[in-house]
Nanobody, 117 residues
Framework: QVQLAESGGGLVQPGGSLRLSCAAS????????MNWYRQAPGKQRELVAR???????NYAESVKGRFTISRDNAKRTVFLQMNGLKPEDTAVYYC???????????WGQGTQVTVSS
């Protein structure tokens, strides 16, 4: 059974930083591309960052230069370091992995990030 558990969200002032974590189980973590998505109220869920099994990364234009995705295969955990946070970064952030064999997306429960003064 695949389980993704996010943590690290919270309330932060503009310009502040947060580090999200996603602990995975039930998958061969080291071979998986891991993704962070976010969904703001009234908006569609969007891809924020992606890291492949060999460490290649991709970012949404809106977060480039501010967010960094990384992974620790020994701990089966993917991270999202968020610096220079803006109010428009306010959203629920979700960890995601896609099972190509089953053609199924797996999601964590989400963690709320609120950027406000």
């Amino acid at each position: 059974q695949v389980q993704l558990a996010e943590s690290g969200g919270g309330l932060v002032q503009p310009g502040g930083s947060l580090r999200l974590s996603c602990a995975a189980s039930g998958i061969i973590f080291s071979v998986k591309t891991m993704n962070w998505y976010r969904q703001a109220p009234g908006k569609q869920r969007e891809l924020v960052a992606r890291i492949t099994s060999d460490g290649n990364t991709n970012y949404a234009e809106s977060v480039k230069g501010r967010f960094t995705i990384s992974r620790d295969n020994a701990k089966r955990t993917v991270f999202l370091q968020m610096n220079g946070l803006k109010p428009e970064d306010t959203a629920v952030y979700y960890c995601n992995v896609y099972n190509a064999y089953q053609k199924v997306d797996y999601w964590g429960q989400g963690t709320q990030v609120t950027v406000s003064s």
